[in-house]
């Protein structure tokens, strides 16, 4: 009458012990492998919308950057070749910053137009021996006179907001992929284990094998075992909407096609503002610095002293941007629910649960009805399940710290959404394309800028190194960094009192 049966009904069985236990390790080999299948759906989808955007931002970027060296000789002659090394360090500044790397983006703009300068001067003046304190004065003394006109002041406004919604977008799509990488590897408990056994493999042990599990009572299991993973959704819906808002403002008012695709030409802009405000300027250094000594060189090359009015064409793709965050934005709403509806997608899809009407289905015991309600989602709601035993005061570690990850990238993606820059980890040397990383986040470690002292937080993320304001609930849950920082000591704290 299938006494040694301890999982399975202890009626006439078909069933001997050790056929139990090998349907045990089966349902949860399988149902692990349901998980994983879920989770590396939503994967690709998310690491496919990184690559989209990730190619296009860097495309256009490179485009900026061929477009400046294919008419700036022309133009400028010797006043470009001359500096060339200035521009590439631009752009090459520009890429690391877009790919995670802690540098501060106004002070290597800042950077950019004061050895520009410099360099410019001295090109400009040929006829004088310029010294390095006297160009050290020149810069004090020119830069009240903007020398460039409004160009780096407008450049450093659009330009900074521009890329850091980029590069907290494109790291956003990461840092999502990555958690649901880490949750679906989680292990099945030993009562959950019970439970999957009794839910796929039991009526197999009644000879039952065609009777298909009531889908209430397959809710049920699942929603207990998946009780943790639940418990990302509130954090999964900020992180989402938030994708969602500074997608919006990529397409919007920090518009990434119009800013990055002209770079080129508001250098060439500025350049030309030089040229034609030199003589003033030079009179104006000359009253504050002194007359600096005439040159034994001396050149008057007209080639160093050729003016060029840029005609250059702005490198961009709007409709491509469009299509861009429209797609994104869809499957961003589309994946909103993901772990609250997984239980139900995971018993229609995979366990092929009968409906919820049919009183010929597996109840857990025989062919009939099931009669108990459905439980709520979440950890806390499994109190009363009839199913599976689940401890509600032992909350997954591995889940608690992928919560803790979603709300720091959400964080950060709500400071990109009002323009403030984040401090990331320099991550540049170690990165690879797998979407996650060692390093320590801004948020819980504190603004290197400022020289805090960091602490460390269990699984981080960094944005990969690869070639090629609305925010819905974001802004309004901007976290400040030292809030987070309590909110991380209190966590670590948590974890030795569930333990």
């Known amino acids: 009458l299938g006494e040694h049966l301890r999982i399975c009904p202890q009626g006439y069985t078909c069933c001997t012990s050790e056929m139990e236990e090998n349907f045990a390790n089966k349902s949860r080999s399988e149902f692990e492998a349901m998980m994983k299948e879920a989770g590396r759906?939503?994967?690709?989808?998310?690491?496919?919308?990184?690559?989209?955007?990730?190619?296009?931002f860097q495309d256009l970027l490179n485009k900026s950057e061929k477009a400046l060296y294919d008419a700036f000789p022309s133009i400028y002659g010797e006043l470009y070749t001359q500096n060339m090394k200035v521009?590439?360090?631009?752009?090459?500044?520009?890429?690391?910053?877009?790919?995670?790397?802690?540098?501060?983006?106004?002070?290597?703009?800042?950077?950019?137009?004061?050895?520009?300068?410099?360099?410019?001067?001295?090109?400009?003046?040929?006829?004088?021996?310029?010294?390095?304190?006297?160009?050290?004065?020149?810069?004090?003394?020119?830069?009240?006179?903007?020398p460039f006109g409004e160009v780096p002041r407008d450049l450093k406004v659009k330009a900074t907001r521009a890329f850091i919604?980029?590069?907290?977008?494109?790291?956003?799509?990461?840092?999502?992929?990555?958690?649901?990488?880490?949750?679906?590897?989680?292990?099945?408990?030993?009562?959950?284990?019970?439970?999957?056994?009794?839910?796929?493999?039991?009526?197999?042990?009644?000879?039952?094998?065609?009777?298909?599990?009531?889908?209430?009572?397959?809710?049920?299991?699942?929603?207990?075992?998946?009780?943790n993973q639940a418990d990302l959704n509130t954090e999964w819906k900020y992180l989402m909407d938030s994708l969602v808002g500074v997608a919006d403002r990529i397409d919007g008012p920090y518009n990434v096609d119009t800013v990055i695709g002209t770079i080129h030409m508001r250098i060439a802009e500025a350049i030309s503002n030089l040229q034609e405000n030199k003589d003033s300027l030079t009179a104006k250094v000359f009253q504050g610095c002194g007359n600096p000594k005439i040159s034994t060189k001396g050149s008057s090359s007209e080639d160093k002293k050729r003016r060029g009015?840029?005609?250059?064409?702005?490198?961009?793709?709007?409709?491509?941007?469009?299509?861009?965050?429209?797609?994104?934005?869809?499957?961003?709403?589309?994946?909103?629910?993901?772990?609250?509806?997984?239980?139900?997608?995971?018993?229609?899809?995979?366990?092929?649960?009968?409906?919820?009407?049919?009183?010929?289905?597996?109840n857990g015991m025989t062919k009939g009805s099931y009669l108990p309600e459905v439980m709520g989602d979440g950890l806390a709601n499994q109190i009363n399940n009839p199913e599976v035993e689940v401890d509600i005061t032992k909350p997954d570690m591995t889940i608690r710290q992928q919560i803790m990850q979603l709300k720091i990238m959400t964080n950060r993606l709500g400071n990109a959404n009002i323009g403030n820059d984040v401090d990331f980890q320099d991550a540049s040397d170690d990165m690879s394309g797998s979407g996650s990383g060692d390093s320590c986040p801004d948020d819980v470690c504190g603004k290197r800028l400022s020289k805090s002292p960091s602490t460390r937080q269990p699984?981080?993320?960094?944005?990969?190194?690869?070639?090629?304001?609305?925010?819905?609930?974001?802004?309004?849950?901007?976290?400040?960094?030292?809030?987070?920082?309590?909110?991380?000591?209190?966590?670590?704290?948590?974890?030795?009192?569930?333990?």
């Open 41 to 56: 759906s939503v994967q690709t989808t998310l690491t496919a919308q990184y690559r989209s955007f990730d190619s296009y």
């Open 87 to 146: 521009f590439k360090d631009l752009y090459s500044e520009l890429r690391r910053y877009y790919r995670g790397s802690n540098i501060n983006l106004e002070e290597a703009l800042n950077e950019f137009w004061t050895r520009l300068l410099e360099r410019l001067f001295k090109l400009l003046n040929p006829q004088y021996h310029i010294t390095d304190e006297y160009l050290d004065c020149m810069v004090k003394h020119a830069e009240q006179h903007k």
């Open 165 to 227: 919604a980029a590069r907290s977008y494109a790291q956003g799509f990461l840092v999502g992929s990555d958690v649901v990488k880490k949750v679906s590897q989680v292990s099945l408990s030993h009562e959950c284990t019970r439970a999957i056994m009794k839910l796929m493999y039991c009526p197999h042990c009644r000879g039952m094998s065609s009777v298909k599990p009531c889908n209430n009572y397959c809710l049920n299991v699942v929603k207990g075992c998946l009780a």
């Open 309 to 362: 009015k840029a005609t250059l064409e702005p490198k961009s793709s709007a409709q491509a941007l469009e299509m861009l965050v429209l797609d994104a934005k869809g499957n961003l709403t589309a994946l909103k629910t993901y772990w609250i509806t997984l239980p139900g997608s995971l018993c229609s899809k995979k366990v092929m649960a009968s409906s919820a009407a049919d009183d010929k289905c597996w």
């Open 459 to 499: 699984e981080t993320h960094a944005i990969p190194k690869q070639s090629g304001h609305g925010i819905n609930g974001a802004s309004s849950r901007s976290l400040p960094s030292a809030f987070l920082l309590l909110l991380s000591v209190a966590f670590i704290a948590a974890q030795h009192l569930w333990r």
